[in-house]
C-alpha cells in the first residue's frame, strides 16, 4: 500500500504539478494580472461595493442611474448582458455591433473572435445600429441629440474604445454612469479599455468615481462627476 501511495503521489505531481502549474505561463500571466488589479482597487476603489457575480453587479449599476439621456450598449455579441439590461430601462436601449467579432487580436483571441452567426433575441426595446463603430456613430449622433444617462463598453479593444470616447466624450453628462466589461483583472489589461478611458479623462479634464467592481471578472462600474467638454 505504501508503494502505491508513493506512485499515485509522484503521477498527481508529474500530471497536475509539472504540466499544468509549473510550466503553464497562462496561469502566471493571470496572476500577475490579478495582482495588478488588486493593488489598483487597493489605490483607486476600495471602498466602492464589490460583487461575485456579474448579473449582481450590472443590476446594482442600472439602480444607479439617475439621469435621463441615452442607453447605449457597444459590444452586443451573443446578447447576454442587453438581455439583463433592457428589462431594466425605461425606453430604448441602443446596441452597436458589427457581429463580425473583434478587429485585431486581443487578450489570445485571434482576429474575427466572437464573431455571431445570428442576430441575437434580445428584448422590444433594443435598436441595434449594424456596422464598425466609427461607421455607425456618426449618423447615430446626427439623428440622436441629448446627453449620455448609460454607457456599457463591451469592445475589448484599445482603438475600439478610443472610437467611443472621441465620438460620444461631449455627451458624457455628470452623473452618466459607464459599466466596463473588461476594464482590469486580465494579461495586459492596462493597455484596452483602461487606457482609452484614463486617456479620454485626461485629455478632457473629467473628474468620475467608481461606484461598483467585480472581485471574479473584469468589470468595472463608474459614474461621472464633473465633464467640462458637456454643453
Known amino acids: 500500500m505504501p ?19 509549473s510550466s503553464n505561463l ?5 496572476l500577475e494580472a490579478k495582482m495588478d488589479s488588486l493593488e489598483y482597487i487597493k489605490a483607486h476603489m476600495v471602498d466602492a461595493p464589490f460583487f461575485e457575480k456579474h ?43 458589427s457581429f463580425e467579432g473583434i478587429q485585431e487580436h486581443w487578450n489570445g483571441n485571434p482576429i474575427g473572435a466572437f464573431s455571431q452567426k445570428r442576430m441575437p433575441r ?14 455607425t456613430l456618426p449618423d447615430f449622433l446626427d439623428s440622436h441629440s441629448g446627453p449620455i444617462a448609460f454607457l456599457h463598453v463591451d469592445c475589448d479593444l484599445y482603438s475600439s474604445t478610443v472610437t467611443i470616447f472621441d ?24 493597455q484596452h479599455e483602461f487606457k482609452a478611458f484614463q486617456e ?21 462600474a463608474v459614474r461621472i462627476l464633473s465633464n467640462p467638454t458637456c454643453a
Open 122 to 135: 434580445v428584448p422590444n426595446n433594443v435598436e441595434f445600429h449594424v456596422g464598425y463603430f466609427d461607421a
Open 26 to 30: 497562462l496561469l502566471e500571466m493571470n
Open 200 to 220: 479620454f479623462v485626461r485629455r478632457s479634464s473629467v473628474q468620475y468615481e467608481y461606484i461598483a467592481y467585480s472581485v471574479t471578472g473584469q468589470q468595472v
Open 167 to 190: 465620438a460620444l466624450g461631449e455627451r458624457l453628462q455628470p452623473g452618466a454612469i459607464i459599466l466596463f466589461d473588461e476594464y482590469y483583472n486580465f494579461h495586459r489589461w492596462q
Open 55 to 97: 448579473k449582481q453587479l450590472v443590476k446594482y449599476t442600472l439602480d444607479n442611474i439617475g439621469k435621463d439621456g441615452l442607453h447605449l450598449e457597444f459590444g452586443v455579441g451573443r446578447g447576454k448582458s442587453m438581455r439583463w439590461i433592457a428589462p431594466e430601462i425605461d425606453g430604448t436601449i441602443h446596441g452597436f455591433d
Open 3 to 21: 508503494l502505491f501511495k508513493r506512485t499515485l503521489s509522484e503521477f498527481l505531481f508529474r500530471r497536475f504539478m509539472l504540466k499544468h502549474y
